[in-house]
């Protein structure tokens, strides 16, 4: 069975940063695209940024477009999500997620697998 285990949320400062870990339990995912998605209370979830298996194609949202970033590590199973200069609107409950199929998506319902989420929260 698949798991993936997010790691790294928690409360910040507006200004601050934080780093989210997603660790897989399985290496068949390295070849897979894998994303975070975030869901703010009463809204709908939506994609933060994706990535392929290689890195070489990497998508995030406008509104974390120089301030966040994706990387992952192929070796450790794990994904990241490298989060600065973070605002009060960023605060959600971010979740890793992980295609079971090769290609490419930006759509939530694309991803077979998905995370427990963490709760990222940034006050003002």
């Known amino acids: 069975q698949v798991q993936l285990v997010e790691s790294g949320g928690g409360l910040v400062q507006a200004g601050g940063s934080l780093r989210l870990s997603c660790a897989a339990s399985t290496r068949t995912l390295n070849q897979n695209a894998m994303g975070w998605f975030c869901q703010a209370p009463g809204k709908e979830r939506e994609i933060v940024a994706a990535?392929?298996?290689?890195?070489?194609?990497?998508y995030y949202a406008d509104s974390v477009k120089g301030r966040f970033t994706i990387s992952r590590d192929n070796g450790k199973n794990t994904v990241y999500l490298q989060m600065n200069s973070l605002k009060p609107e960023d605060t959600a409950v971010y979740f890793c997620a992980a295609k079971a199929t090769l290609g490419w998506s930006l759509q939530g319902s694309s991803y077979s697998y998905w995370g427990q989420g963490t709760q990222v929260t940034v006050s003002s």
């Open positions: 990535i392929n298996w290689s890195g070489s194609s990497i």
